[in-house]
Each structure stands twice: as structure tokens, then as C-alpha cells.
Nanobody
Framework: QVQLVESGGDLVQPGGSLRLSCTAS????????MGWYRQAPGKQRELVAT???????NYADSVKGRFTISRDNAKNAVYLQMNSLKLEDTGVYFC?????????WGQGTQVTVSS
């Protein structure tokens, strides 16, 4: 089992910035993908960004140029720097850790963008 602990969610005004963090512990496997998904009220969970253990990134079109994902393999941590936040970025952000065979999810951290 892998446990994921997220932090960094908050209430922020449009145009503001937030940084989300997630740390994995437990039965860590070396080849993995970490990332962030989000779920807005009444909508399905969607991809925000992922990063492989080799550093290959993937972003949703809606966040390209505004969000940056990074990771620290020594700390088993993944980060999401969110800039120029928009109202539509509001939602619960879930940390993801996994590979082709198994996936783990964090409890989620609330990001609210509101004036």
C-alpha cells in the first residue's frame, strides 16, 4: 500500500497562485507516475498534470502555460505550482501515484478560486 498526503489547497482570488504538495509513503516502487487530478462540483474527475519518475510531463490543455508540475524523487514528492488561477480551476485536487498495474489516490485538497 502507498499512502499519499496532500497539502496546499486554499481560497485564492482570480489571478492568484497556489502550490500543492503531495508526499508518498509506504510500499514505494521506483518506476511510477505521480500527478494531480481535479474534480469540480457536479463534474467528473479530470487530469490536471502528471510526471513520470523520469521527469516526462503531461498537462491538460486548460492548464498549459499556467501550471507547472515537478517532483523530488528523493522525497517521493510531487508539486503543482498553479499561477494565473481562474474561477474554473476551482475543485478538489487529488494526488495520484501509480503505474500500469496499480493506482493510489490521496484524500484531496480543496482549491477555491473566488473574488
Amino acid at each position: 500500500q502507498v499512502q499519499l498526503v496532500e497539502s496546499g489547497g486554499d481560497l485564492v482570488q482570480p489571478g492568484g497562485s497556489l502550490r500543492l504538495s503531495c508526499t508518498a509513503s509506504g510500499s514505494i516502487f521506483s518506476i511510477n507516475t505521480m500527478g494531480w487530478y481535479r474534480q469540480a462540483p457536479g463534474k467528473q474527475r479530470e487530469l490536471v498534470a502528471t510526471i513520470t519518475s523520469r521527469g516526462i510531463t503531461n498537462y491538460a490543455d486548460s492548464v498549459k502555460g499556467r501550471f507547472t508540475i515537478s517532483r523530488d524523487n528523493a522525497k517521493n514528492a510531487v508539486y503543482l505550482q498553479m499561477n494565473s488561477l481562474k474561477l474554473e480551476d476551482t475543485g478538489v485536487y487529488f494526488c495520484y501515484y501509480g503505474n500500469s498495474y496499480v493506482q493510489y489516490w490521496g484524500q484531496g485538497t480543496q482549491v477555491t478560486v473566488s473574488s
